[in-house]
Nanobody, 125 residues
Framework: QVQLVESGGGLVQAGGSLRLSCAAS????????MGWFRQAPGKEREFVAA????????AYVDSVQGRFTISRDNARNKVYLQMNSLNSEDTAVYSC??????????????????WGQGTQVTVSS
């Protein structure tokens, strides 16, 4: 069992930055692929970024490529999402997720086993 708790959300002006954190419980954090997803009002949840168990591989949705960076610290059981050059389309509830699936399915919501409660990110224009 893994429990995930996000933090770091808030209100930021367009062009600004935020760093989200996700703290995981349990001793097996390093064995999970970690992902960040987001859900904007009236829209479906979408994949944002994922990182492999060792951190050597990452993946991003096209809309955040070059602006967001996912990283992890297995010694601290944490995964991060650094978000730069934010715009109004990034406004959403951001959730982290953990999964033991194959890396090929990292973008699929159903591949993940555990989810955090989410943290709100609001970008004002």
């Amino acid at each position: 069992q893994v429990q995930l708790v996000e933090s770091g959300g808030g209100l930021v002006q367009a062009g600004g930055s935020l760093r989200l954190s996700c703290a995981a419980s349990g001793r097996t954090f390093s064995t999970y692929i970690m992902g960040w997803f987001r859900q904007a009002p009236g829209k479906e949840r979408e994949f944002v970024a994922a990182i492999s168990t060792s951190g050597s591989n990452t993946a991003y949705v096209d809309s955040v490529q070059g602006r967001f960076t996912i990283s992890r610290d297995n010694a601290r059981n944490k995964v991060y999402l650094q978000m730069n050059s934010l715009n109004s389309e990034d406004t959403a509830v951001y959730s982290c997720a953990a999964g033991s699936m194959n890396w090929r399915t990292k973008r699929m919501i159903d591949s993940y086993d555990y989810w955090g409660q989410g943290t709100q990110v609001t970008v004002s224009s």
